[in-house]
Structure formats: C-alpha cells, structure tokens
C-alpha cells in the first residue's frame, strides 16, 4: 500500500487512544505507513488509503469528534477501505455479550452501512473512577459498571494483524 493508513479516534480519558495507538503500532510493524491521529485533528483524507476509525462508548453513544468526523467524511471514507471499534464495555468476559450484542450506535448505522466499512470491533473498555466527575460516578454507581481495565489488547492485536493483512494481501 503507497499511502498511509490513517487511525482516528474519538477519547474522553485516553483509554480509547491507547487503543488506537496499539492498532497503529500493529498496522507498522507489518510495514504500513501508519498516522495515529484524533478524529479532530485527522485532517483530508486525500492523503490516506485506509482507515481505522474508533471512539469510546458511554451510554450507548461514539464520542462528538468521532461522529462528526464519520459524517463529515462519509463519501471520502466510501471510497476507502475502513474499519470501525468502539470500546467501552467493563466487565470480565466477552465484550460483546456483556454489551448484549450491541457494538455500534444505532444512531450511526446507516452512514456506516453506506460506508461499507470492512469491520466493525467492539473492545472492552478502562474507567479509572479517579478521572470521572461526580455525575459519571454516579452514573457508574448507579448502572454497576465495575471499574478497572477491560482492555484485551491480545484480542485488539489480533484485530490489527487482520486489518494489516487485508491491506498487505
């Protein structure tokens, strides 16, 4: 692949980022040109030839930079090979089992389902109560959403390996 892979990501606490961050390191290590950006700061897509689009999840809903850039981008990202995860789900065990088989927004459906996009991956989520305000950790509290790091990174991994090898292929 000639041009960049770009991964963008909507992040509130950063856990999202770090997910992006260990895609984008994935998609190197395979010998792509890869860009790690957040979806505010992604810029024209004119210079990618793919891209890995993500946000964190609370209450069912991308985060606001995200879903502006999807929509903004929905004929650029048309064009181009795309891959959406969200991450959110606390708790042990599969993500999306714990999330009841949701793993996007249905508000975001159909710009997705005219994107086409090759995937879409839902990872577990981190929540440091730390960070949160005292209306989130109410929320937390009151939906009995266990804090602590539900990232899976082998399972992300795995995932980036097999965006890496459709790109290479």
Same mark, same amino acid.
């Given at each position: =692949? ?8 909507? *992040? ?29 700061? #992604? @810029?024209?897509? #004119? ?12 209450? @069912? ?11 903004? /981008? ?8 795309? !891959? ?5 789900? *606390? @708790? ?32 577990g989520g981190a929540v440091?109560?730390?960070?949160? /305000?005292?209306?989130?950790?109410? =929320?937390?509290? /009151? ?8 990232? /899976? ?5 795995? !995932?980036?390996? @097999? ?7």
């Amino acid at each position: =692949m000639d041009k960049k892979v770009l991964v963008a990501y909507g *992040t509130k606490y950063g856990a999202t980022a770090e997910i992006a961050v260990r895609i984008g390191e994935v998609l190197a290590a395979s010998g792509l040109p890869v860009e790690v950006h957040p979806a505010e700061q #992604a @810029g024209d897509l #004119a210079a990618y030839g793919a891209v890995v689009l993500g946000s964190a999840v609370y209450i @069912g809903q991308w985060r606001k930079p995200a879903v502006r850039f999807l929509k903004e /981008n929905e004929q650029a990202l048309a064009a181009l090979p795309v !891959w959406l995860f969200s991450s959110g789900p *606390t @708790g042990e065990g599969d993500p999306l089992a714990l999330a009841e088989g949701w793993r996007f927004p249905g508000g975001l459906k159909p710009v997705a389902d005219r994107i086409k996009p090759r995937d879409i991956a839902l990872f577990g989520g981190a929540v440091d109560p730390r960070l949160l /305000n005292p209306i989130e950790k109410w =929320m937390l509290k /009151n939906v009995k959403a266990p804090s602590c790091d539900f990232r /899976n990174w082998p399972a992300i991994e795995a !995932w980036a390996a @097999g965006i890496a090898a459709a790109l290479n292929g």
